[in-house]
């Protein structure tokens, strides 16, 4: 079996065109060097998603992925975009039920359900979000939200299913707030998600990864945690030097379990490099 990889997952929500994607690349890839161990992917916007492909292809470390999906391939969807149409251009990879696509777009945990499983059938990897409110959070309530929200993806998928899905617990409170979980409380959810999967029936190890306001300063003792896999990033992912300065200071930190799984070979997620 081959080490478990650890994840830096870049979140640039509503921010770099194609042009600015390109410029982007350009200076990540003089400060980053490929590294074993750690696997770098990107989320831009749908309409930067082939240039950023063309810009990395040839770095086994870079994947890039869609933001948000239909479940649908294609249809009388006005302003959807279906997932053979990011895989076209070459996206390999989906964030599903970010919280800003549930909370601000109204998007529930059927339709997560729903993309997650269509996402599964057509070959990419879901990266699928989930974490409670402020004040869900401050009424007692966060286990509840979180076994509701794994419990309708686990309505969906069979359990060897599970061997091709990454979870983020991302709680809404410390998305693009400067407040992030402290470790420990990370690390408690991201077991109380494991337990989740573990009693319906998934027995490996599926990657869970930490966002909220991860950055340069915060992401070494985020990282410490072995719970934790990786991290999902907004703000701090968008400067190509931040960034690098996120992935650097986060492997650093990091102590992988051995043994376990590779996202790479066993996601099938697949990098730029295999890009035609
Ligand atoms: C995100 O968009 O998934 C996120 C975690 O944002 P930020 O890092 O800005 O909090």
């Known amino acids: 079996m081959n080490e478990r990889k650890l994840i830096f997952a870049a979140n640039w929500k509503m921010n770099h065109g194609a042009a600015e994607a390109q410029a982007f690349a350009e200076k990540f890839l003089a400060l980053t060097s490929p590294a074993d161990g750690r696997s770098l992917w990107f989320f831009p916007p749908a309409v930067s998603i082939a240039a950023l492909t063309a810009a990395m292809k040839g770095r086994p470390d870079v994947t890039v992925g869609a933001q948000n999906v239909h479940w649908e391939p294609k249809g009388a969807y ?5 997932i053979p149409m990011v ?8 964030l599903v039920g970010h919280s800003e696509r549930r909370h601000l777009f109204g998007e529930t945990d059927e339709q997560v359900g729903r ?4 996402a599964l059938a057509a070959g990419i990897t879901p990266l699928v979000c989930v974490g409670e409110t402020l004040s869900e959070r401050d009424g007692g309530r966060t286990e509840q939200v979180i076994v509701r929200q794994i419990g309708a993806v686990l309505g969906v998928l069979d359990a060897q299913a599970w061997h091709k899905v990454v979870l983020a617990y991302e709680p809404v409170w410390a998305i ?6 402290t470790p420990d409380d990370a690390a408690q959810i991201h077991e109380l998600i494991r337990m989740q999967l573990g009693r319906r029936g998934v027995s490996f190890h ?5 966002g909220g306001s991860v950055n340069a300063g915060n992401v070494a003792s985020l990282l410490t945690r072995p719970q934790l896999d990786g991290v999902l990033v907004g703000g701090a992912s968008l400067d190509p030097a ?5 992935i650097v200071r986060g492997s650093q930190a990091k102590v ?12 099938g997620a697949g990098s730029q490099e295999d890009l035609p």
């Open 115 to 118: 993309k997650t499983r269509a």
């Open 87 to 94: 895989m076209e251009a070459g996206a390999r990879l989906t």
């Open 206 to 210: 599926v990657p869970v990864l930490y």
């Open 176 to 181: 693009g707030t400067g407040k992030n979980a």
């Open 256 to 267: 992988r379990p051995s043994g376990g799984w590779d996202v790479s070979s066993e996601l």
């Open 242 to 246: 931040g960034w690098s300065d996120v």
């Open 78 to 82: 006005t302003g959807g975009i279906s």
